[in-house]
């Protein structure tokens, strides 16, 4: 392990990469997996009022750290695409300088026929397609408002735009689901050539209607087997896993999420929507009302400064999802503190094989061990 020195964040801040992150809290419907901040639509989308708290809010974060460019931008929900074209156009025209990618989370029972190249007109750089099965049992189970035609569609159509890239997010480990079945969902989504594959684990997450009703789940084997199978056909179609959950053909990894796993600063605006932003020598997590109507009617949100005791277990708890993990030295950068904080627990997980010696990165071992190695450092 190099040895390096702490730096003071102060000064480190002005230099940091910065994202934005904008939350659209609304869907069709609740998929009864997901706990994100997504609320089924009840009469018609306040789209002029949510582009315009948006605008609000983001003045005000730009007021507070306007003179860091902004590089990369995320439209993510719920259900951005319910959104038209020129909310879109508004926030990315409102920064001063053109950011290098700029996401729009899709679903694809959601976007009707040429919004694509609307899209593509308003800034947007990449589109993420959430498919999760191809299988129309399954659909329906995860209570999609699409079917796998609608997938197809949706993705011949982001090519046809000519994006710069774009994603497709499948689920594995859904109710009983066998090898064979999960790798036909990755191969029917390789089969439309996206840049990039986001492959997720289901997880049943409390106060989900899954949580409620489990599905009968893969066991612990039966998705390690899955997990391995999966891996490898990636791997033959060229997608690279860098992270746990991400896979990409070369030069189209995507830059927003490695910056949160790379712990660098984000600001966070829209309903629930959360922020990350180091400033005199602090790092501070900020956080939006949750709820739509809170957010509408301007509720203040909270910012909560991160302890330093819990500094280098979130810095590490992003990086070491990273197959590559990081160079020591970002950890001294982004944290302030000194890697000498961690050189007992690291000098074991290398000894054990679970650790790289020289880079902040798990062995193929530990990856496989992930939770277990984290919990090493709390
Ligand atoms: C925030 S969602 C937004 C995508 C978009 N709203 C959609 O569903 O089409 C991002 C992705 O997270 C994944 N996801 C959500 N809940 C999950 C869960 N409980 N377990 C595993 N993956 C999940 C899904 O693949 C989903 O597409
Ligand atoms: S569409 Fe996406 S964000 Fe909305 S409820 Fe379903 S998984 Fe959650």
């Given amino acids: 392990m190099t ?5 003071p964040l102060t000064t480190l801040a002005a230099c940091l990469p910065l994202g934005l992150y904008v939350h659209f809290p609304w869907c069709v419907r609740k998929c009864p997996y997901c706990d ?9 989308l306040r789209e002029d009022e949510y582009e315009a708290a948006l605008l609000a809010d983001l003045d005000l974060e730009l007021e507070r750290y306007g003179e860091r460019a902004i590089d990369t931008i995320y439209f993510g929900g719920g259900t951005p695409s319910l959104f038209r074209a020129a909310t879109f156009r508004a926030i990315v025209d409102r920064l001063s300088s053109r950011a290098a990618e700029v996401t729009l989370e899709a679903n694809p029972g959601t976007v009707e026929h040429g919004s694509f190249t609307a899209y593509r007109r308003a800034g947007i750089t990449r589109v993420s397609l959430g498919a999760q099965s191809f299988d129309a049992a399954r659909l329906e189970r995860l209570g999609r408002i699409h079917g796998a035609d609608d997938i197809r569609s949706a993705a011949r159509q982001v090519a ?9 997010d499948v689920m594995y480990g859904l109710e009983n689901q066998t090898v064979g079945q999960a790798l036909s969902d990755l191969a029917e989504a390789i089969r439309l050539a996206p840049p990039h594959i986001s492959w997720y684990q289901l997880t049943v997450e409390p106060k989900t209607e899954f949580a409620r009703r489990p599905p009968r789940l893969p066991s612990a084997d039966q998705a390690a087997a899955i997990e391995d199978a999966g891996v490898e056909l990636l791997a033959q179609h060229g997608y690279r896993r860098y992270e746990v959950s991400a896979f990409a053909l070369d030069g189209h990894r995507c830059a927003h999420n490695l910056n949160y796993w790379r712990f660098g600063d984000y600001v966070g605006i829209g309903a629930g929507a959360h922020g990350k932003i180091t400033a005199n020598g602090r790092i501070v997590r900020t956080t939006k009302p949750s709820q739509p109507r809170l957010y509408l009617a301007g509720a203040a949100g909270a910012n909560v400064a991160v302890r330093r005791d819990q500094l280098a277990t979130e810095f590490l708890m992003n990086a070491l999802r990273l197959v590559d993990g990081v160079d020591p030295q970002l950890f001294v950068e982004r944290t ?29 071992q530990g990856f496989r061990q992930l939770d277990g190695v984290l919990a090493r450092f709390l």
């Fill in 3 to 7: 040895d390096a020195t702490p730096g």
């Fill in 36 to 44: 994100f901040n997504s609320h089924p639509l009840k009469g018609s």
């Fill in 160 to 168: 046809a735009a000519g994006f710069e890239s774009f994603n497709i």
């Fill in 336 to 364: 302030g503190l000194a890697l000498e904080s961690l050189a007992g627990t690291i000098d074991d997980l290398v000894q054990w094989g679970l650790m790289h010696p020289d880079r902040l990165a798990l062995t193929a």
